[in-house]
């Protein structure tokens, strides 16, 4: 789940541009991967997935390693294999996924970061030495919950004790570094509650953690169940409680807040997510994934066999496309940038969209999200301020609008 992985919905009409996955990507470009295959589809997630029993798992395999013979960039900087759920795969499929992928990009020689996700059911020792010895550099385990109540609510099939067992086994491969995922704000969870499990994940010293709110998004089964009273959003003012004591835990404990929902030792964030954040450019592959190249964003159709269809024939195929227009992308630029405890520069931001200050109409809402108390300069960079990272959706809707 960690992320800003980019499985897009199908939101768009026809492709503005006529072949968008003919694009050439530039050699270095980090490169998404995406396995659609989990264990169960858990209710809140919005990206594209499937349980994995029953499915033509080897056709889609298959597809898989053509595509990524069809569009992988060479030596891509980062690579990111998400799901889904990954570490699902066999020991020889995940063989067979990351020797194609050697062969077409040589990320072993050129990536910095390779990582790949993993839920606790199906990450023992075996599998995790095989990752790592695949070319695996990072780990990222989906706990989620220490709560057995909340583990059921949401979906999961591992036990608790099952993610403990899949972290210490991630330690013997002596991997890199490991992430762990968790949410907040399942309906009935006390500060307490959240604040003695943060402190028990914490206390294994992992290089990484991503903590997210609880959200309904559209087409899960968790925002149908809201919209029929079946469950209920916690109250604004208790996520921020959460929030807050969420900042506070990982300060305490010598985690930076480099984005507003991750936290990592110093040196361990996720390059891959941070282009993202600056909004680089990137490819990726397999069903429902997303790139974004030369300005244009698009995505793989969300279905397994329409997908496999356009692999299959040699072909890419893109049901949605978005050719950004200058001031789009500085918006994009702005919302995605200000998440990152780094910030952004408007200068830079202007230069490489080819704008002037003049036609930048971001930077007098960031003005005015300045004089709010939202945003702060210094020395040319635009930060949140501490209010501003607890409404920093709002805050985006605002820049993404002064852009459109």
Known sequence: METSRTTWRESRTAPEHPRPWELPAADGTPLYVHVPFCEAKCPYCDFFSVAGEGQDVEGSLEALIQEL???????????????????WLSVDQLE???????????????ATEVTVECNPESLDEEKARALVALGATRLSIGFQSLRPETLELFGRVHAVEDSFAAYEAARAAEVGAVSIDLIF???????????????????LRPEHLSCYGLTFEEGTLFSRWLEEGRMERIQEEQELELFRATRE?????????YEVSNFSLSGHECRHNVNYWRNGPYVGVGPGAASYISGVRFGNPRSLEGWRRGARGGEASSPWSEALSPLHRLAESWWLGLRLAEGVDPALLRERCGLSVGEDTCLPEAERLCEEGLLAEDQGRWRLTERGLELADAISGRLLSAGL
């Open 69 to 87: 013979e069809l569009r992988a960039p060479r030596t891509p900087e980062t690579v990111f294999v998400g799901g889904g759920t990954p570490s």
């Open 96 to 110: 067979r996924l990351f020797d194609a992928m050697q062969a077409r990009t040589s990320f072993r020689d050129s």
């Open 185 to 203: 704000g399942a309906e009935g969870q006390t500060v307490a509650e959240w604040r003695e499990d943060l402190e028990r994940v914490i206390a």
């Open 249 to 257: 835990l990982m300060a305490h404990h010598g985690y930076q807040a």
